[in-house]
Nanobody, 123 residues
Framework: VQLQASGGGLVQAGGSLRLSCAAS????????MGWYRQAPGKEQRELVA????????IYADSVKGRFTISGDNGKNTVYLQMNSLKAEDTAVYSC?????????????????WGRGTLVTVSS
């Protein structure tokens, strides 16, 4: 299963961006998709994840109230709406997904990561 993140770019502080992450391949089902980010010189941090059981997503305190995750099951895509961006939101944003993929006649658990997309917020 491959993931493709897109939507990054340069934005001024206070602005908005929407990131997309599309999963493709022999997907049987997706149980969860999530967003992470890695700021320059810092460790990767989980921002939020969304699960198929429709439980409410839990956001990292740093983005709570500003970022919103949503998903399109039909497109195997997850979005991250980012509002009120701050300079400290500058990072490479990556997505991951977990679920079952079809391999031959079997359904096998997968956990995949997509290449990140760079978000730069100018102050």
């Amino acid at each position: 299963v491959q993931l493709q993140a897109s939507g990054g770019g340069l934005v001024q502080a206070g602005g908005s961006l929407r990131l997309s992450c599309a999963a493709s391949g022999s997907i049987f089902s997706i149980s969860s998709m999530g967003w992470y980010r890695q700021a320059p010189g810092k460790e990767q941090r989980e921002l939020v994840a969304i699960s198929a059981n429709a439980s409410s997503p839990i956001y990292a305190d740093s983005v709570k109230g500003r970022f919103t995750i949503s998903g399109d099951n039909g497109k195997n895509t997850v979005y991250l709406q980012m509002n009120s961006l701050k300079a400290e939101d500058t990072a490479v944003y990556s997505c991951n997904a977990a679920g079952l993929e079809v391999v031959g006649t079997k359904r096998i658990i997968f956990r995949s990561w997509g290449r990140g997309t760079l978000v730069t917020v100018s102050s």
